[in-house]
C-alpha cells in the first residue's frame, strides 16, 4: 500500500523539475542588412509598445530613435522617430507608452531599434502588445550603436527569412 503511494510521489519529485521551460534571453545583434518593407497592408491594427530607459543611461537623448518589429510571415511594423526632445521622451529611468499603427502581424518575433545622433541611449527594455500575439519583452540594457538597425530577431523555420528581406 505505501509503494503504491510513494512511487507516485517519488515521479513528480524527480520528473516535474527536470520538464520546465528555462528561459534564454539573449543579447542584441547589429543587423546591417535590416530593411524596411515598404510594401503596406490593407489590414490595419494597434499595437502599444512600452519602452524602459536604463537608469544607466543618460538624463536624456535627444537622439533620434525608431523601431520595426514584425512576425516570421514578413508582417512588419515600422515606427520613425518615436523620439521628441521637447517632452524628453527617455529619460533615465522612465517608461515611455506609444501607440502604433500598422499590418495585423501573428506572433511578434523581432524588434530592432535604431539609433541616430551624439547623445547615446541605453534602453533597458521593450514590450510590444499586440492584438493576435502574446505581449512579448526584448532586454537590451546596453547602449545602441549609432545609425544601425541593433536588436533581436527569434523567429524560427522556414518562413523566419522572409521577415528580414
Same mark, same amino acid.
Given at each position: ?16 523539475? @527536470? ?5 534564454? #534571453? ?6 546591417? *542588412? #535590416? ?8 489590414? *490595419?491594427?494597434? @499595437? &502599444? ?11 536624456? &537623448? ?6 520595426? @518589429? +514584425?512576425?516570421?510571415? +514578413? ?14 521622451? #527617455? $529619460?533615465?529611468?522612465? &517608461?515611455?507608452?506609444? /501607440? ?5 502581424? %501573428? ?19 521593450? &514590450?510590444?502588445?499586440? %492584438?493576435? *500575439?502574446?505581449?512579448?519583452?526584448? %532586454?537590451?540594457? $546596453?547602449?545602441?550603436? +549609432?545609425?544601425?538597425?541593433?536588436? #533581436? ?11 528580414? /528581406?
Amino acid at each position: 500500500m505505501i509503494s503504491a503511494l510513494f512511487l507516485p510521489l517519488l515521479f513528480t519529485l524527480i520528473i516535474i523539475p @527536470f520538464s520546465q521551460a528555462v528561459s534564454i #534571453f539573449s543579447r542584441p545583434q547589429i543587423h546591417p *542588412s #535590416f530593411k524596411i518593407n515598404t510594401t503596406q497592408n490593407r489590414r *490595419s491594427c494597434s @499595437f &502599444t509598445v512600452s519602452i524602459r530607459t536604463s537608469c544607466s543611461s543618460i538624463r536624456y &537623448t535627444r537622439d533620434r530613435i525608431s523601431l520595426a @518589429f +514584425g512576425d516570421a510571415y +514578413g508582417n512588419q511594423v515600422y515606427a520613425p522617430r518615436l523620439d521628441d526632445p521637447r517632452t524628453r521622451t #527617455f $529619460e533615465r529611468c522612465s &517608461t515611455d507608452t506609444f /501607440k502604433i499603427y500598422g499590418p495585423c502581424t %501573428y506572433q511578434i518575433c523581432y524588434l530592432y531599434l535604431y539609433r541616430s545622433g551624439y547623445d547615446g541611449w541605453i534602453p533597458y527594455d521593450v &514590450t510590444v502588445y499586440g %492584438y493576435n *500575439s502574446r505581449p512579448v519583452t526584448f %532586454y537590451y540594457n $546596453e547602449l545602441i550603436p +549609432g545609425d544601425i538597425w541593433y536588436g #533581436f530577431n527569434n523567429c524560427y523555420g522556414a518562413t523566419s527569412s522572409s521577415a528580414m /528581406k
